[in-house]
């Protein structure tokens, strides 16, 4: 069993920044892809950013290039999210999630098979 718990959401003002969390335990954090994904209100859950094991290849959707970070120290377990420059349209509620079976970044929630309980991100104008 895989525990994934977020941390690090909040309410900011458009332009500043904020750091997410993701602590993994329960399974070996090592050799598993992880990813970032995000759900606004009434909208689907979309990929923000995934990460290669041990951290050398990463993704980002187009929304976010140039802003978000992702990043992981394998040591403590633990991914990131830095993310800048944050507008409005970057509210919503924050995932993160483990992909036990591919050693590539890939973006359908389907793919993931351990999933955080989330972290809220309010952006205001």
């Known amino acids: 069993q895989v525990q994934l718990v977020e941390s690090g959401g909040g309410l900011v003002q458009a332009g500043n920044s904020l750091r997410l969390s993701c602590a993994a335990s329960?399974?070996?954090?090592?050799?598993?892809?992880m990813g970032w994904f995000r759900q606004a209100p009434g909208k689907e859950r979309e990929f923000v950013s995934g990460?290669?094991?041990?951290?050398?290849?990463?993704y980002y959707t187009d929304s976010v290039k140039g802003r978000f970070t992702i990043s992981r120290d394998n040591a403590k377990n633990t991914v990131y999210l830095q993310m800048n420059s944050l507008k409005p349209e970057d509210t919503a509620v924050y995932y993160c999630?483990?992909?036990?079976?591919?050693?590539?970044?890939?973006?359908?929630?389907?793919?993931?098979?351990?999933w955080g309980q989330g972290t809220q991100v309010t952006v205001s104008s």
């Open positions: 999630a483990l992909d036990p079976k591919h050693a590539f970044i890939l973006t359908s929630t389907r793919q993931y098979d351990y």
């Open positions: 329960g399974r070996t954090f090592s050799q598993n892809t």
């Open positions: 990460i290669t094991w041990p951290g050398d290849n990463t």
